[in-house]
């Protein structure tokens, strides 16, 4: 296969850090991205060249490019955390076994909104040839944070655990888990709209956090079910009542920020007397420190539920690499999927 | 020796918790104690009588007479958790083995503010005859406390700790333990009067949270010093920010709560990206999940500490029973040292 010289990309426009704090929200992509044409990267000792065939935009994605993310921005560097494609050069003896598989990728080393993305042949995973590719594109981010996030829930031992923004493709593979594993979400949503959906994969109780009445129907449903587990990417003063309506021992897991309040701690005895804790999910986090087996292992129950039906990658919009700077933000403003990028 | 069928004691006015949540601070004690003469207690099996000898006045005590303890408060029993004295009767083996003997101990029955108290024989502590009563009544509470929480420090691996409302006697003991580790406390008060007895007990930095630049202040000396655990009874905005000061991996750890604010979490990203953790300690979850072999260890330290002089309790009031419902809010007041009650 001929790898071209130059390539088509979606770029970033600005370095580092942004020092705000706003969210995964995006009113226009124009201040942060630009389309260029640009040389196609070379892969160095124990990296692979990836063709991509489609790449997906995740709520970190837009966390990135905004500065607001737990790493730093490079300026004219490919945007695109994850996506899918065909290995087509690499360097060192197990980059070079791939080439010509067909992987899902995490882009360690040159984003995925491009025609080729480099990344750490490590950070590939070879796909089941019955997947679509709309589920392989979205195979690593959501559905290895479900599945380590539910590990917490089940090593915790309770009857149900609770997830917040739960119409996120994340919420939906996390319900679909709790329903098999016979531990139901306790899903809390922004309109009753969503309600149904989640009730139909599995939630055993969905509360729409703009109802008035939400506070006591929480309070009700965690004093029936006895959630300790808040896996929340809101972190509003809505998550912080949840939390401190929840039992003794009940931890508030925060891996992501979608409203820009700063919620107030007003139950701080409960740290002390009922043993409760906040701490923070981050999948790098965890790829770093669980072991390759047990990852592979994780990754194998990842392809099954795809390939079986069980999970289900929702889209909601497509946009090739030349819509992607007019068109992104319009695109991740309708609900209930997932905005995938074609070459 | 012949044991009353009734005593003096300060007993409660009120069953159950109260709701509110001021801190372990006392406007006036006669909403909440009162002075009577009641039935001696009898030990039940386990169970041990001590003729109290001093009892100490602990910030967990005003929470509890507040009914801002993680306990609930009993109408009509005798308050106070702390104290020494000589046990006078016992039911079962080792509580009769007991007899006789000078112990410290945590009332969990009948209170150590009166003559005499009535807790398990497991919540005794034989004391060495060369340790003063003023320093054997306050032996259980703060110095496990500060044992227990500075284990945290040492197993964390960092070259310093931060330790607020450092003027408290556990503040102290713990600034002595980390001078003699070799991990030295980055103290803060509110004072500038506190300040330099806690650089001769051996603080690395004392920063006065009152001071204009006190948060630039913090940040350059966390970024010179590297703490990464925050062991913190105040629970205010300022807790929060030095939090969010200091490096990843940071465990914000409350043991208590001397502000009445509610602290608002202005990064919850680092949660996320800085491995960053909010939890609680309590002496009695530490207690109940500790193996008696390792208490007895930590127990015999204290003691060493004490008779060599490492440790010392200073005094700063002394009340008969009879005059602690009016003049202990005026003896909380006092500065630098601990509250003592002698029947």
């Avoid at 489609?54 to 970190?60: C, D, K, L, R, Y």
């Avoid at 709790?178 to 994969?201: F, K, M, N, W, Y």
């Avoid at 925060?254 to 906040?278: C, D, H, V, W």
């Avoid at 795809?306 to 999970?311: R, V």
């Amino acid at each position: 296969m001929t790898i071209p010289q130059t390539m088509k990309a979606v770029v970033q426009l600005h370095d580092g850090y942004s020092g705000t704090a706003t969210g995964p929200t995006l009113d226009d992509a124009a201040p942060f991205l630009e389309l260029r044409e640009i040389p196609v990267p070379q892969p160095a000792e124990g990296q692979v060249l990836i063709k991509v065939a489609m790449a997906s935009v995740n709520p970190s994605d837009i966390h990135f490019i905004k500065g607001e993310y737990g790493q730093p921005r490079v300026k004219g560097a490919p945007a695109g955390f994850e996506g899918c494609g065909t290995v087509v050069a690499g360097k060192g003896a197990y980059a070079e076994s791939l080439v010509g598989q067909r992987v899902a990728f995490v882009a360690t080393h040159s984003g995925a909104w491009a025609e080729y993305a480099l990344t750490d042949a490590s950070a590939c995973i070879p796909v089941r040839p019955d997947l679509r590719d709309e589920d392989a594109a979205a195979q690593i981010v959501n559905p290895l944070t479900a599945m380590a996030m539910f590990d917490i829930v089940r090593e915790d031992g309770a009857e149900s655990f609770v997830f917040t923004a739960a119409g996120s493709q994340l919420g939906k593979l996390a319900i679909g888990l709790g329903r098999d594993h016979g531990i139901p979400a306790i899903a809390t949503v922004r309109r009753e709209a969503q309600a149904e959906a989640l009730r139909a994969l599995g939630a055993a109780e969905v509360l729409v956090t703009t109802a008035p009445d939400f506070h006591e129907r929480f309070a009700a449903v965690a004093a029936a079910r006895k959630p300790r587990i808040l896996l929340d990417a809101v972190g509003d003063q809505n998550s912080a009542d949840m939390f401190f309506a929840m039992r003794s021992g009940a931890r508030w897991i925060t891996y992501g920020k979608l409203s820009s309040e700063a919620p107030r701690l007003t139950q701080m005895g409960q740290f002390i007397f009922m043993n409760k804790r906040i701490e923070g999910f981050w999948l790098t986090r965890w790829m770093q420190s669980t072991p390759m087996e047990q990852r592979i292992k994780v990754v194998q129950e990842v392809q099954e539920r795809f390939a079986t039906g069980k999970w289900r990658t929702d889209v909601s919009a497509r946009l090739p690499l030349d819509q992607v700077v007019e068109g992104l933000a319009e695109a991740l403003r309708r609900p209930d999927g997932k905005v995938m990028i074609t070459p």
